[in-house]
């Protein structure tokens, strides 16, 4: 069991969906296991009066003028209209969709803070921790852990809400990267971790 203090308490915590999207959700093994997996946490922490947000990646047409080095920039503009804003793909996958009231940002980079206004709304909100939970591990994961860290939330990362399509860096990430900034947690423990404060 994930020992935290003080516990976490759920009208300051925010379950963070990424990129839980219908192109992404579709590239990674045993996707409905995680979308499942995925709503279930979202159940547990609206139940317990926790918030949830969701970040997903998606590109406008001005969006589309990336700087020549851009890495990013030569993944997107490669796959076509995949990324863009009005494509299927980039839709919040069904089984997990915003309700009124979540938070939803959209992202023009891997992290889920440096293209958004996320920190502003949930300072807003009056939000401390972030659940974690998205594909992929090695991408907006890593990133956001590492955006939210030194942000001074207090970060815990959903292990089995989160995939990459390498299953070692994603267990190297887990069990070695992760815990130096936050708590590692499973959907099993996160009832017993919320507290209605």
Known sequence: MTELSPPLEAAHTMLLVMDY????VARVPEADLLVERARAAIDTVRDWGGQVG???VAFEDDDFDFPESSRMGAAVTGSGRAFHADSE???IDGRVAPVDGDVVVRKTR????????????LQDLGVDTLVLAGISTSGVVLSTVIEAHDLDYRVLV???GCADTDAEVHAFLLERIFPRRGAVLTLAELPALLSRG
């Open 89 to 91: 793909t980039t839709a």
């Open 110 to 121: 891997v992290g889920a803070f440096s293209t958004t206004d996320l920190h502003d709304r």
């Open 158 to 160: 959903l292990a089995d």
């Open 54 to 56: 969701y970040v997903r």
């Open 21 to 24: 999207q219908a192109g992404i």
